[in-house]
C-alpha cells in the first residue's frame, strides 16, 4: 500500500510543449495515470490541442489546461509574437476542453507595441467566444534580446519605468495606446 501522507492534491506541469509532440505524450499520459494517478494542470499551445491530444489529457487525469491567447489582435499575434494560430485555431482548443470537461484558462497580454484600444477590444472579444473558464490578463513587458526589445528600441518606446510584476503598468510609451489605458485594460 502506498502512503499518501504529505501528498500533493494535484500536480502542474509548466511545459509549454508537453502536448507537443503525440507520441511522447500519449505515453507520458498512461505511465502518469498508472503511476502517479493525480489530477493535473498543464499549458498547452492552442496549435496542438486536437480532440485526441484532449482526450489524452483527460483520461490522465487533467483538470485544467493554461492557453496562450496573447492577443485577439491576428496581427499583434503573427507580426509581433510570432504565434502563428487563427482565431479559429485558438477558439477551438478552448471548445474541445470545455466539451471534455477540462477547465481552461486563458493568457493574455495588453500593451504590445503598436496595439491600439480597439486591438485590445479583439482580445476581450475572442476571450468572451472563448468562454475560458479563467482569465489572466498581463502588461507586456521588453525583455533585453528580444526582438519586440529591439523594436521598442528603436522605436524609442522604452521608458526608465520599472515593474515590479506583469500585472502592473506598462514599461513602455508608445503612441498608440497610453499607459493609462493599458492599466485600464488590465
Not at 502536448?19 to 499549458?43: A, I, M, S
Not at 493568457?107 to 484600444?117: A, I, Q, R
Request: net charge neutral; glycine share 6%.
Amino acid at each position: 500500500s502506498v502512503v499518501r501522507e504529505n501528498r500533493p492534491s494535484y500536480l502542474i506541469f509548466h511545459d509549454d510543449v508537453l502536448t507537443l509532440h503525440r507520441k511522447w505524450l500519449r505515453q507520458f499520459t498512461e505511465l502518469y495515470r498508472d503511476r502517479v494517478g493525480l489530477p493535473f494542470v498543464c499549458n498547452s499551445v492552442a496549435s496542438a490541442l486536437d480532440e485526441s491530444c484532449v482526450r489524452l489529457l483527460k483520461e490522465a487525469g487533467c483538470r485544467e489546461v493554461l492557453i496562450g491567447v496573447e492577443s485577439g489582435d491576428q496581427e499583434l499575434r503573427t507580426k509581433g509574437l510570432r504565434r502563428k494560430m487563427s482565431d479559429e485555431t485558438i477558439l477551438n482548443a478552448f471548445h474541445l476542453c470545455e466539451g471534455s470537461n477540462i477547465e481552461t484558462s486563458a493568457y493574455n497580454m495588453v500593451g504590445l507595441p503598436f496595439e491600439n484600444m480597439g486591438k485590445a477590444l479583439r482580445t476581450i472579444k475572442l476571450n468572451a467566444k472563448a468562454r475560458p473558464t479563467n482569465i489572466q490578463v498581463s502588461v507586456f513587458f521588453p525583455f533585453p534580446g528580444t526582438n519586440l526589445y529591439e523594436l521598442c528600441r528603436q522605436k524609442n518606446f522604452l521608458t526608465s519605468g520599472h515593474a515590479a510584476s506583469y500585472f502592473e503598468t506598462s514599461t513602455i510609451s508608445q503612441p498608440s495606446i497610453s499607459q493609462e489605458e493599458v492599466s485600464f485594460i488590465s
